[in-house]
């Protein structure tokens, strides 16, 4: 039972370039959410899918863009990355909002 | 002022100890609260729920209180196991959508 899967695991990329996270859940959840970590500053909701074909905003969604390609995936996308976008992102999912959420091993980006 | 606020410690106590951390949330509206564990460089992992009613899973003690917007974690007979970073975690319904808003967390540090 994979839970919730997020690729890559690291990733350095320089300023300007563009790429996206990956995250996969196989618990049929509803709800997916993506979240960066920064020290000192928490966990903060970057964008979210309440159910399959909806998306919208969290509390930090400036310089990214989501997709919710079916009920499993759901990829972030950094169009133009910058060095304040360095962070720890973690993907999750829950089978209603709020309740109950299962997260990936996250992602280390680091932007130079 | 952030929605959810903790003491980040570190809190250093022996094996055997009793501890206990404090969490307050800003918004009235919060359906739910939670604790969740962090270890070093991991994803989150859901700890116990906290219930109006307070709610005790082994060593583990969680309290509500509404009225003052506060939440409490106890620990009794810390293990070395028990060291990681706590965070407080608050279900806050917002355009008609439920968020986690998480803490920045409190890091617990257990020593022999």
């Known amino acids: 039972n994979a839970g919730v899967t997020q690729t890559p695991k690291f990733q350095v990329l320089k300023t300007g370039q563009s790429m996206t996270l990956q995250c996969a859940q196989d618990?049929?959840?509803?709800?997916m959410y993506w979240y960066r970590q920064d020290p000192g500053m928490g966990l903060r909701l970057i964008y979210y899918s309440a159910s399959e074909g909806t998306t919208d905003k969290g509390e930090v969604p400036n310089g990214y863009n989501v997709s919710r390609l079916n009920k499993r995936e759901f990829s972030l996308r950094l169009e133009s990355a910058a060095p304040s976008q360095t962070s720890v992102y973690f993907c999750a999912s829950s089978e209603s909002q709020g309740y109950g959420y299962t997260f990936g091993s996250g992602t280390r980006l680091t932007v130079v | 002022r952030k929605e959810v606020e903790q003491d980040p410690g570190p809190f250093n106590v022996p094996e055997g100890a009793t501890v206990a951390f404090n969490c307050t949330y800003s918004?009235?509206?919060?359906?739910?609260f939670f604790w969740y564990r962090q270890d070093c460089r991991k994803e989150p992992k859901l700890l116990m729920s906290v219930y109006s009613s307070g709610n005790e899973d082994g060593r583990f003690t969680a309290q509500l209180n509404r009225a003052s917007q506060y939440i409490s974690l106890l620990i009794r007979d810390s293990k070395l196991s028990d060291s990681a970073t706590y965070l407080c975690v608050v279900n806050i319904l917002t355009d008609s959508s439920y968020k986690l808003i998480f803490g920045s967390g409190t890091r617990l540090l257990v020593r022999p």
């Open positions: 918004n009235s509206a919060s359906q739910s």
């Open positions: 618990m049929n959840h509803n709800s």
